[in-house]
C-alpha cells in the first residue's frame, strides 16, 4: 500500500522530468526559434536572476496578495451568503432565479464594469477576483446548508440547541466538504483573474511582469513568470488538498 | 376489517400522576386525519410499548409526545405542563442512527454534543463522555468516528448521548428494528438494565410484537387509518426478564396470541 504509493509518487516525477526533457532538446535542436522558446535551462537561469537581482519577489508577493485577498473576501461573503440562502427555503426559491442568471455571466465581461466603477486599481482587481471565485464557494455552501440531514435538526430540537450551536455544530460542519471543494475550486479561479486584472491595470505582479516580457521578446523572462505562476497554482492547490484531509478526517474513516 | 370484534379501550382521563398524557389528541396533516381522538396516559417509572400495523401513525405518536409535532385537537402534557416544544427532560432515540449521528464527530464528540448543550463545563465532560460510553459497552471505542462501528454500536452511540441528556423519559422509535436478532436480544437486554438503573420513562414504539410483551410493562395496539388505540394489555410478566423464560412463560404466549390476533383484525 505504502510502497505502491511511492512508486506512482516517483513515476509522476518521472513524466514531469521527461516532459523538461523533450522542452529542453526541442529548444535545444532549435525547432522554435529560441525568441520564442527559450530552453528550461535559459527560463530558470532567468527565474534565478530574476529573484536575486530583479523583482521578480515583488511581482510574486503582488500576485499572492491579489489572489489571497480576493479570494478570502470571496470565501466570506460566499460562505454567509451561502449559509443565508441555503438555510432557509424560501429563500433558495427568491435567489435562485437570480444566482441562474449571474453566475454563467463570464467574469471577462464584469471587468469593464469594475473599471468603470472603479478605475484601473487594486479595488477593480479585488471586485472582480472576489466575484470571479465567489460563485463555486456560494454554489457550494448553499448546496450544502440545503443537504443537512434533516434528522439532525430534529436532533438539535430534542437538545435545544440555540440557533447559534446549529449553525456552528450541525450545518457548517455537514456542508464542509461541499465548501472546501467550492474553496479549491475558486484558488484556481482566483489566479487566472489576479494575472489577468494585473495585465489590464498594469498592477504589480506576475500579470504584469508576463505580459511585459513577452512585449520585449524577452521570452526566458516570459516562461520563467510563468512557470512562477504554475508552482503557485500547484503549491496553493496541495495546500488546500491538506487542508481538506485535516479538516474532513471523518471521511476518510467512512471510505 | 373485523374492528367491531375488538374491545376498544377508552382511557379515562388523565390523573395526575401521568408523567406523559394524551388528552384526546388528534392531529390532521393536509386535510388527513393521521390520530384521532387518542387518550393515553404513561405513569413515571413505565415502559409503555406502541405497537401497530404500518400507517397506524405510531411514529407520528412518538413525534407528538417529543414536541416535534403539535397536535391540531387535544393536548400532550408532560408532568401536567402541555408541550409546546421538545424538551430536555424528553430524549429521543431515532431509528435511524446513521443519520440521527454526526459523522464528523467521534463516539466521544457525539456523547459530548449534549453535555456541550446542557452546559457542562469541558473540564468534567471527558470523565461522564467516558461514564456514559461504558454504560453503553463502548468503553474502548471513544475515537472511533460512527461510520466505523457497526449497526448495533452505532444505535448505543445514539443512547449513550441520550442519557447525556439526563432525560425523565425515553422515546425510542423503533430503535431496534434495522438490527440483526442476536444484535436486537442483547440491546433489549441492556436497555431494560439501563432502564433500571436510571427509572427513567419509556416509550417505545415496535413493530415487533413479541419485543413489545418482551420489554413493556404495558402494551397498546394502534389501529390505522387514522390512528387510536384499540388495544391495550397489561403485561405481568416477572422482572427481570429472561429471553428463555420470559418467551416461554404461559402468560407471555397468551399475550402473544392476543396481540397477533388484534394485528391481524386490523389490517
Known amino acids: 500500500m505504502r510502497w505502491s504509493v511511492i512508486a506512482w509518487r516517483c513515476a509522476s516525477f518521472v513524466v514531469a522530468a521527461g516532459v523538461i526533457a523533450l522542452w529542453q532538446l526541442a529548444a535545444d535542436r532549435r525547432l522554435i526559434s529560441p525568441v520564442f522558446l527559450p530552453g528550461p535551462d535559459r527560463a530558470w537561469a532567468s527565474l534565478l536572476r530574476g529573484f536575486t537581482s530583479g523583482d521578480l519577489l515583488t511581482k510574486l508577493t503582488g500576485t499572492l496578495t491579489h489572489m489571497a485577498y480576493g479570494w478570502l473576501l470571496a470565501s466570506v461573503a460566499g460562505i454567509a451568503l451561502g449559509a443565508m440562502i441555503g438555510s432557509s427555503k424560501a429563500m433558495r426559491i427568491y435567489v435562485a432565479p437570480t444566482l441562474e442568471l449571474l453566475r454563467p455571466l463570464p467574469v471577462s465581461a464584469i471587468i469593464p464594469v469594475a473599471i468603470a466603477a472603479f478605475g484601473l486599481n487594486q479595488s477593480m482587481a479585488l471586485f472582480v477576483i472576489a466575484f470571479g471565485s465567489l460563485w463555486p464557494m456560494l454554489l457550494g455552501t448553499i448546496h450544502g446548508f440545503a443537504a443537512v440531514e434533516p434528522r439532525l435538526y430534529e436532533v438539535a430540537r430534542v437538545l435545544h440547541m440555540s440557533r447559534l450551536a446549529v449553525i456552528f455544530?450541525?450545518?457548517?460542519?455537514?456542508?464542509?466538504?461541499?465548501?472546501?471543494?467550492?474553496?479549491?475550486?475558486s484558488l484556481t479561479v482566483a489566479l487566472i483573474l489576479a494575472v489577468v486584472c494585473e495585465m489590464l491595470a498594469g498592477l504589480d505582479g506576475l500579470g504584469q511582469w508576463v505580459l511585459l516580457?513577452?512585449?520585449?521578446?524577452?521570452?526566458?523572462?516570459?516562461?520563467?513568470?510563468?512557470?512562477?505562476?504554475?508552482?503557485?497554482?500547484y503549491i496553493t492547490a496541495l495546500a488546500m488538498g491538506a487542508a481538506e484531509s485535516r479538516l474532513l478526517r471523518w471521511q476518510a474513516a467512512r471510505r | 376489517m373485523a374492528e367491531p370484534a375488538l374491545a376498544l379501550v377508552q382511557s379515562s382521563p388523565a390523573p395526575a400522576h401521568a408523567q406523559i398524557a394524551f388528552d384526546k389528541v388528534a392531529l390532521v396533516l393536509g386535510g388527513k386525519a393521521i390520530i384521532d381522538t387518542i387518550s393515553l396516559e404513561v405513569a413515571a417509572g413505565e415502559i409503555l410499548c406502541v405497537v401497530g400495523a404500518s400507517g397506524c401513525g405510531k411514529t407520528t405518536a412518538l413525534r407528538l409526545a417529543a414536541g416535534l409535532y403539535q397536535p391540531t385537537g387535544g393536548a400532550v402534557r408532560f408532568e401536567g405542563e402541555v408541550m409546546r416544544a421538545p424538551r430536555r427532560e424528553i430524549a429521543v432515540v431515532f431509528q435511524d442512527y446513521g443519520k440521527a449521528l454526526l459523522p464528523w464527530r467521534t463516539a466521544a464528540g457525539n456523547v459530548s454534543l449534549a453535555l456541550e448543550t446542557i452546559g457542562m463545563p469541558s473540564a468534567q465532560r471527558a470523565a461522564r463522555i467516558a461514564e456514559l460510553l461504558a454504560k453503553v459497552g463502548l468503553a474502548g471505542h471513544a475515537a472511533k468516528y460512527p461510520t466505523e462501528m457497526s449497526g448495533g454500536m452505532q444505535q448505543r452511540l445514539q443512547i449513550a448521548r441520550c442519557l447525556a441528556q439526563d432525560p425523565k423519559v425515553l422515546l425510542m422509535d423503533e430503535p431496534f428494528g434495522a438490527l440483526d436478532a442476536m444484535t436486537r436480544q442483547g440491546l433489549q437486554d441492556e436497555m431494560l438494565a439501563l432502564v433500571a438503573s436510571t427509572g427513567a420513562t419509556v416509550v417505545f414504539v415496535t413493530h415487533d410484537l413479541e419485543e413489545a410483551i418482551y420489554l413493556g410493562d404495558r402494551v397498546v395496539g394502534l389501529l390505522p387509518h387514522p390512528g387510536r388505540v384499540g388495544l391495550e394489555l397489561t403485561i405481568d410478566l416477572p422482572r427481570p426478564r429472561d429471553q428463555l423464560a420470559t418467551r416461554e412463560h404461559p402468560e407471555f404466549l397468551r399475550l402473544r396470541r392476543a396481540?397477533?390476533?388484534?394485528?391481524?383484525?386490523?389490517?
Open chain 1, 213 to 233: 516580457s513577452a512585449r520585449a521578446f524577452r521570452s526566458a523572462d516570459l516562461f520563467a513568470g510563468v512557470m512562477l505562476l504554475g508552482i503557485i497554482g
Open chain 2, 259 to 267: 396481540l397477533f390476533d388484534f394485528i391481524k383484525a386490523s389490517e
Open chain 1, 169 to 185: 455544530k450541525i450545518a457548517l460542519p455537514s456542508a464542509a466538504p461541499d465548501i472546501l471543494a467550492g474553496m479549491r475550486l
